[in-house]
């Protein structure tokens, strides 16, 4: 499968766009959307590319992950996926907007699908493994194309850095053991999609990061 990264205005998110070429069938991670031009891109990257939206997945639920979900879900007429410990931040979205001042008036994050640990995702000929990475938010996931050789990790892991750990749920000895144990047990080549900045491999990582080497 192949990546497609889309820089978001708000909190400088990356929204993501996995899909198969052969298979036609694309799914949208962390859509922070609040631009309707931002929505326009996206659509004319799904045309150009005759793709299908069969999910909008999101690694975790803060809100500037997840702004867009409602809207897309009903758009593209596709569910919308996220770990169930995540649940309490979905249904809180007003809150959180209200905590960093967003002029945004939204009930809950629209979601439709629980994710667990070990679940697959199709997307066309792809596979997609979900990954629980808690300690960033407690449903934290990352999701992981093992065939293709790279992860879309969220806010866990950054190019030199980890996902924030103050904010509700978040866990600082939880987000080390995820990063070690399920992140940087994966091949040293894997390639490292993060929820904001540029990407790294799991190696790099593992040799340079300050906050969590392997």
């Known amino acids: 499968m ?18 198969d070429p ?12 609040v631009d309707n031009r931002e929505i326009d891109t996206i659509d004319e990257f799904l045309a150009e590319n005759q793709l299908k939206v069969v999910g909008i997945i999101n690694t975790h639920l803060h ?10 879900a009903r758009k593209y007429d596709a569910d919308v996926l996220a770990h169930p410990d995540d649940a309490f931040l979905g249904t809180r979205m007003l809150e959180q907007a209200q ?5 945004f ?6 979601v439709s699908k629980d994710l667990k640990d070990g679940d697959k995702i199709k997307v066309g000929n792809g596979e997609l493994e979900v990954i629980h990475t808690p300690g960033h938010s407690p449903g934290g996931i990352v999701l992981y194309d093992k ?7 969220g806010d866990s892991l950054f190019e030199g850095s980890i996902g924030r750990t103050d904010l509700p749920g ?14 940087y047990t994966l091949p040293d080549d894997t390639v490292v999609y993060p929820g904001h900045g540029g990407p790294t491999t799991i190696g790099r ?4 990061n300050p906050f969590v080497r392997g």
């Open 99 to 103: 905590q960093f001042g967003l002029p």
């Open 105 to 110: 008036k939204i009930e809950s994050a629209g």
């Open 170 to 183: 978040g866990d600082m000895a939880k987000l080390l053991y995820s990063i070690k144990k399920r992140l």
């Open 22 to 33: 052969e298979g036609k069938e694309a799914v949208i991670v962390d859509p922070g959307i």
């Open 2 to 19: 192949k990546v497609k990264t889309f820089p978001l205005l708000l909190f400088g998110v990356n929204c993501y766009v996995v899909y």
């Open 63 to 72: 809100i500037d992950h997840a702004l867009a979900n409602t809207g897309l």
């Open 205 to 208: 990582e593992k040799q340079s």
């Open 147 to 153: 065939a293709d050789g790279f992860i879309i990790s």
